[in-house]
């Protein structure tokens, strides 16, 4: 983000609940993410789109020039928990 985006502020919103979900936006010079022309400049994103589909999870982008960049990982319900991770109704007590 930092590098690319140029982005001042960036924000992790993480929930559990139905499903892990990691949501990561940032105010940076945005892009088109439909912009085929870019090719190899979009590694990044044709790496995460693979590493999600590996684990069976969904990878979205949102973005556009000049609004930022949010990315969006959901894990499927069936992913195990990490290791030592607290469950939602653990975090709370």
């Not at 979900?21 to 940076?28: K, P, Y």
């Not at 439909?34 to 995460?48: A, W």
């Not at 069976?56 to 969006?72: F, K, N, Y």
Request: charged share 25%; hydrophobic share 40%; with cysteine.
């Amino acid at each position: 983000m930092r590098k690319h985006a140029g982005a001042r502020q960036v924000e992790l919103r993480v929930s559990a609940v139905p499903q892990w979900r990691f949501e990561v936006s940032d105010d940076g010079a945005g892009f088109d993410p439909d912009d085929g022309s870019r090719g190899e400049t979009h590694v990044g994103l044709r790496i995460m789109q693979e590493r999600a589909q590996r684990i069976g999870a969904r990878v979205s982008v949102s973005s556009a020039p000049g609004v930022g960049c949010t990315v969006t990982l959901v894990l499927p319900s069936s992913a195990q928990e990490p290791a030592g991770a607290l469950r939602p109704e653990e975090a709370a007590a």
